[in-house]
Every structure is written in C-alpha cells, then in structure tokens.
C-alpha cells in the first residue's frame, strides 16, 4: 500500500531565507507527483505536478524535484516571503488510469518577516 | 470560469440526519473526486469519477454514496450521519489524470 511521508511536519523560517521541504513515497510504480499549498480554513491550490518521467518543475521561485527510484520529492523554495506561509502538501498518483491521489499530512510552513 | 464550487460552506447535523454535499465544475473536466481531510491529517479519497454515469469507491467509502449524472456535477451523499463523519470534504476535477483543482471545502459536524 502506498504511503507519502511529509518532513518535517512544521517549519519557521526568517523571510528571505531558501528552504526545502520533503516529501518520501514507499511504492516507486507512481504515475506522478504534485505538490499544493493550503490557506487556512481553504481549499487545495496546485503548484506543480511532475510526471513520472520528469525529473523536476520550475514556476516562479518554487522548484520540485523527483527522484523515483528512490522514492523522494523535494520542494524547494527560494527567498521566502510571508506571503509563502501556508501547509505544503505532497500528494502521488497510485498509478492506473484513475489519477487517484494519495496525499502526506502536510508541512506547515512559517515565515517570519 | 468559476473551477470547482461546493455548497454548502458549514454544515451541522445531528446523529442519524442525512445530506448531500454538492459539488459543480464548469472546466468540463471529465474526472472528479471526492475528498475528506480530518485535523492534522491527509486527505483521502472517498469516491471518484472517471465520467458521467461512471462512479467507484475510494479509500474511505463506507457511510456514503455518489451519483455523477452529468459532467458537470458530482454530489455526495451522507446516509445516516456519524460523529466519525464530522471532517471537511473537498471535491476536486481534472482533465484525466492531470492536476487536480479543488473546491473551497464543506465543513461538517455531526453531533
């Protein structure tokens, strides 16, 4: 059974400050990987999906990587701001034509001006 | 585009009451989920749709049921309410399997 494990479970950064978060997966057979943000008492924002044939995304000053072999996906964020804070959530397509997603719990994210 | 809506926002039910959560895409997505989140927790998947008329069971099925009678539309259904229900819901469509886009959540209390 597949099983997305998110660390750390919280973070508090300085603002400006580059940051990674992590995201592990036990089963390596997934279709592919995306990464959201949730605001408090929101819904789910998309902020980059990666095939599994890809190695990594880019948009704006976010950048994810993955390495499937190995069952790992970073999130990396540069010069965070205030406005970066929010709860990252790394979520892996269980493979099949479904897209069905299986999600980690979430780093929450702080950054502090 | 509107993307994903879900009504109601907050819901309170008492034991054993029951009622559909809506939820409406105007992307004409052809596949839709439905989601629930408990605190501190991921989100799993409850029901889903690859298609109008086409419905199967998630992770966490049991206590609810789905219709999908349209592309559009994607209701969920609360039979008996349960203090083990009390969760917010979130429904989400895509384009096959491609990014997800989710709806604002519906917050429910069974009490």
């Known amino acids: 059974k597949q099983e997305v494990t998110q660390i750390p479970a919280a973070l508090s950064v300085p603002e400006g400050e580059n940051l990674v978060l992590n995201c592990s997966f036990t089963?390596?057979?997934?279709?592919?990987l995306q990464w959201f943000r949730q605001d408090p008492g929101k819904g789910l924002t998309s902020l980059l999906l990666?095939?599994?044939?890809?190695r990594e995304q880019t948009s704006g000053r976010l950048n994810a990587s993955l390495d499937k072999s190995s069952g790992r996906s970073t999130l990396y964020i540069a010069a965070s701001q205030p406005g970066d804070s929010a709860t990252y959530l790394c979520a892996v397509s269980s493979g099949g034509s479904q897209g069905n997603l299986i999600f980690g719990k979430g780093t929450k994210l702080s950054v502090k001006p | 585009n509107a993307g994903v809506t879900q009504t109601p926002k907050f819901r309170i039910l008492k034991i054993g009451q029951s009622m559909t959560l809506q939820c409406t895409q105007d992307m004409n997505h052809n596949y839709m989920y439905w989601y629930r989140q408990d605190p501190g927790m991921g989100l799993k998947l409850i029901y889903y749709?690859?298609?109008?008329?086409?419905?199967d069971k998630g992770e966490v099925p049991n206590g609810y049921n789905v219709s999908r009678s349209t592309t559009e539309d994607f209701p969920l259904r609360l039979e008996l309410a349960a203090p083990s229900q009390t969760s917010v819901y979130f429904c989400?469509?895509?384009?096959?399997?491609?990014?997800?886009?989710f709806g604002p959540g519906t917050r429910l209390t069974v009490l």
């Open positions: 749709s690859v298609g109008a008329g086409i419905t």
């Open positions: 989400a469509s895509s384009i096959y399997t491609d990014t997800q886009y």
């Open positions: 089963d390596s057979a997934i279709y592919n």
């Open positions: 990666i095939q599994s044939s890809q």
